[in-house]
């Protein structure tokens, strides 16, 4: 083969695994589930409504999109959830299932 052919091989290898790369960060759902979380904060704002959930036993807040609004005015501060949230991308993490629990 000539050197210009082995060129373009590799440039367009190198192109379609970048693209591979790019394609499968956007696209996969990342799924994270805590057992116990805290509410210590609620905002809205137009029309988008959030939860800030502190995990139990660990560090920062993590700020969650509620869609439904009837089900953000449900959530308590103060209150403990057991908290399933999804996202994809550059998507904010998205509440897929939330249950309220007990103190212990």
């Not at 082995?6 to 499968?24: E, K, P, Q, R």
């Not at 809205?44 to 995990?55: E, L, N, R």
């Not at 959830?81 to 249950?99: D, F, H, N």
Request: glycine content about 6%; overall charge negative; charged content about 30%.
């Amino acid at each position: 083969m000539s050197r210009k052919r082995i060129l373009n091989l590799s440039i367009a290898s190198i192109v379609v695994l970048v693209s591979i790369f790019v394609i499968g960060r956007y696209t996969y759902v990342h799924e994270e589930h805590l057992e116990r979380g805290e509410v210590i904060k609620k905002e809205s704002t137009d029309h988008h409504f959030y939860v800030f959930v502190q995990p139990e036993g660990e560090g920062e807040a993590i700020e969650l999109l509620m869609e439904e609004e009837m089900a953000w005015n449900l959530v308590q501060e103060g209150d403990v959830y057991e908290v399933a949230y999804s996202w994809y991308g550059s998507k904010e993490p998205t509440i897929e299932e939330m249950k309220q629990i007990e103190r212990e």
